[in-house]
């Protein structure tokens, strides 16, 4: 059973129906809460503060064993709302707050619930759980991509050709550090130049990733984020920004950029990137969700998930809205 810290080590997050307005400064007592669970991207402490914090709206509340998330996003009411996050005394929980939902006169439902949190409900049919497609997180086995042997043809063929053409001896992959501002300004202004070049840059939604992925680059250090970054002839060419999770099997991308000047760079950054990870332990990888965008996941689709972290919306049985 997963019991949540006392006070001493959380910093006392306020308890429901109160919430306490997550800031940078609660990293590591709000990880205290979420570290024995499997890492769902959209619990993870830089997910919270880089997509659900706009105006300062990203909230945490302690419900017994469980942790109450408050999620709201701008413009979009289907994804905004609270969510139950544990895995002891979860009917209670959920019951709970569909009952301070409707004392509030508020739709009664929870949000981006995580699959993991419905396996420990006692009485699933007081409950309807519908898929939320968009918000299901893609995850990748890193032996899908390393070593080269493991690689299907077709990308295995153009990861050969990628260092035929380039040549090895001028790839470069190197960590730049998220506390340093010239490193900082130096992903920040190649983003930038990426993005302009990108005919989805206008899209609402790559809007907000793009402002998503600034945050994590500024804030990154706060937010214990590290970067990986491939660089050609020494210039920089691509990068992800990575939290490593609590039990080392798991890499979390949290932002991704690339250039569009080398043919094939995708490929071989795809390949490069798993075999950095595999050498430090990590497993899989976490390449969160596809928002419902059909570009997003056609490329995601085509990467080969070997798995899906899921979430649900959930609503009290007899509800079929």
Known sequence: MHTLPNDTQT????????FSKLTLADRKRYEALIKDYPPVSEIQFPTLMAWWNDLGSCAVSRLNDSIVLSYWFPGKEKATGLSVVGTSGIDEAICTVFDYLRERGDPI?????????LHSVQYPELFIADPERAFDEYIY???RFYPLSNVPPYRRGRIKKFL?????????LKQLDLASATDRR???DRAAAWRKNDPLHLNNIAKLEAEAVGTIIEQGQLMGVENLSIFVDGELQGFCCYRIAEDRRYALLLGFRIGHEIPRLLDYMAYAFARWFADRGVRYVNLDCDLGLPFLRMFKVALGPS???RKY?????GDRR
């Open 11 to 18: 910093g006392s997050f306020k308890a429901f129906p109160e």
């Open 109 to 117: 439902r929870l949000v981006h619930v995580p699959e993991f949190v």
């Open 141 to 143: 086995d890193i032996s």
């Open 164 to 172: 035929a053409e380039v040549g090895e001896q001028h790839i470069v």
């Open 186 to 188: 130096l992903l920040l």
């Open 307 to 309: 798995n899906y972290f």
């Open 313 to 317: 919306t959930i609503r009290p049985a």
